[in-house]
């Protein structure tokens, strides 16, 4: 069974830093693209950002682009996002998700977290 | 970048209507195009893929369609469960994947 578990938010001050992290286990993570999605309290979905398999493709929506680094780390099953210079616009529930086809970068989500919550406020 | 626009926004239905939710892409996608379902205080599930495509276990009564720039889901038959907002996903290779803004579905 795929799953996928966020963990790393929180309460934050603007103009600070966190790291999320999701474990993933069921599948073989490193043949599959991971990406980051985030939902604003009442709001739609917004992707962030995606990662490759093998982490030769990243790619960043324009609002979080210079501020948020992905990474994943295929020895633990493990993909992360580095959030420094937060806003109060980035307080949302934060969904890891993956990709549904294996190896390519373009592919929809066939799994998701269950999200781990970010406030951004002083 | 490329724009996701659904429409509408939102509707109300009866059960057992048929109804179509419409995407447009600002530029041509060819058939990268997913859809996906969020029912209240749940996580996104993917329901077509491909622009047509049922993921499994999806009830048959979706249905997606389109290529290029305008797409369409299509439930047949509106059912209490299906009360949720879905979105539009574009998944080309540009390094960038794009959501369309919702749209919410309720009963009449």
Not at chain 2, 47 to 55: C, E, G, K, P, R
Not at chain 2, 80 to 108: H, M, R
Request: with cysteine; aromatic share 10%.
């Amino acid at each position: 069974e795929v799953q996928l578990v966020e963990s790393g938010g929180g309460l934050v001050q603007p103009g600070r830093s966190l790291r999320l992290s999701c474990a993933a286990s069921g599948f073989t993570f490193d043949d599959y693209a991971m990406h980051w999605v985030r939902q604003a309290p009442g709001k739609g979905l917004e992707w962030v950002s995606g990662i490759s398999w093998n982490s030769g493709s990243i790619g960043y929506a324009d609002s979080v682009k210079g501020r948020f680094t992905i990474s994943r780390d295929n020895a633990k099953n493990s993909l992360y996002l580095q959030m420094n210079s937060l806003r109060a616009e980035d307080t949302a529930l934060y969904y890891c998700a993956k990709n549904k086809e294996a190896v390519t970068v373009a592919g929809s989500f066939d799994y998701w977290g269950q999200g781990t919550l970010v406030t951004v406020s002083s | 970048d490329i724009q996701m626009t659904q429409s509408p926004s939102s509707l109300s239905a009866s059960v057992g209507d048929r109804v179509t939710i419409t995407c447009r892409a600002s530029q041509g996608i060819s058939n990268y195009l997913a859809w996906y379902q969020q029912k209240p205080g749940k996580v996104p599930k993917l329901l077509i893929y491909a622009a047509s495509t049922l993921q499994s276990g999806v009830p048959s009564r979706f249905s997606g369609s389109g290529s290029g720039t305008d797409f369409t889901l299509t439930i047949s038959s509106l059912q209490p469960e299906d009360v949720a907002t879905y979105y539009c996903q574009k998944y080309n290779s540009a390094l960038t994947w794009t959501f369309g803004q919702g749209t919410k579905v309720e009963i009449k």
